[in-house]
C-alpha cells in the first residue's frame, strides 16, 4: 500500500541534478590530477582541485538539505546520503592527495603514479556516467551494472599499479634515499585510496539497483 502511495505523490527530482553536478567536479577534478602527476603546472592544478572539492562540499551540502526538506525522495533517504558522501569521498582523497605533494613539495612523479592518474580520471567518468541513469534504474539496470562492473576493474588495476609502484620506489630508493620511498609511497597509498572510493561509489549504486528495482 505504501509504495503505491509513494508512486501517486509527486518525488523531489532534484537531487538527480545534483547528483550529475557532482559527479562533474569529481570529473574534473581527476583531469586536473592526472595533468597535476604529468608535470603540467602543477601549482595551478593543485588549486584547481582544492576549488572544485569545495564546490563538491556545497553541492553535498544542498543533497543532505534536500533530504531533510523532501516528503518524497526518489528512493531511500540513507542511500541518497551514502551516494553523495561516497562520491564526496573519491574528492576528498584527491584533495589529501594534493595536500601530501604541496607539503613535500614534488615537482616529478614516477610513471607509475601517471599511470594512477590515468586510471582515476577512467574511474571518474564512469561515475559520472553511472549515476545520471539512477533516474531510470528500471530501463538501466543492464547498463548500470555493466558500469559498476567496469569500475570495480578499474579498481582491481590500480591496486596492481600501486603494487607495482612500491616495488620500483623500493627498488630504487629503498636502500640510498629512505625520504624518496616514504613520500612516493605516501602518493601512491592515496591515489589508490582515490580509486577504492570510486569502488565505493560503484557499490553504493549496485545495492540502491538492487533496493528499488
Request: charged share 30%; aromatic share 6%; proline share 2%.
Amino acid at each position: 500500500m505504501l509504495g503505491w502511495f509513494r508512486k501517486l505523490m509527486p518525488r523531489e527530482d532534484r537531487f538527480f541534478d545534483l547528483f550529475a553536478q557532482h559527479s562533474r567536479t569529481i570529473v574534473g577534478a581527476a583531469e586536473a590530477l592526472n595533468d597535476l602527476l604529468s608535470g603540467k603546472d602543477i601549482d595551478a592544478k593543485c588549486r584547481q582541485i582544492v576549488d572544485l572539492e569545495n564546490q563538491a562540499d556545497a553541492i553535498t551540502r544542498d543533497v543532505l538539505l534536500a533530504v531533510r526538506r523532501s516528503f518524497i525522495t526518489p528512493f531511500d533517504r540513507g542511500d541518497i546520503k551514502d551516494l553523495i558522501m561516497s562520491m564526496d569521498d573519491a574528492i576528498d582523497m584527491m584533495h589529501k592527495t594534493v595536500k601530501t605533494i604541496r607539503l613535500f613539495e614534488q615537482k616529478s612523479f614516477d610513471p607509475g603514479m601517471q599511470q594512477m592518474g590515468a586510471v582515476i580520471v577512467k574511474a571518474a567518468y564512469l561515475v559520472a556516467e553511472a549515476v545520471p541513469l539512477l533516474d531510470r534504474m528500471g530501463a538501466n539496470v543492464t547498463k548500470l551494472g555493466s558500469l559498476t562492473e567496469e569500475i570495480v576493474k578499474v579498481e582491481g588495476h590500480a591496486d596492481e599499479l600501486h603494487d607495482q609502484g612500491l616495488k620500483d620506489l623500493f627498488r630504487n630508493h629503498g636502500a640510498s634515499n629512505a625520504m624518496a620511498y616514504i613520500i612516493g609511497s605516501e602518493i601512491y597509498g592515496e591515489l589508490e585510496k582515490v580509486v577504492d572510493r570510486f569502488e565505493d561509489v560503484a557499490n553504493e549504486i549496485n545495492g540502491i539497483v538492487l533496493e528499488s528495482v
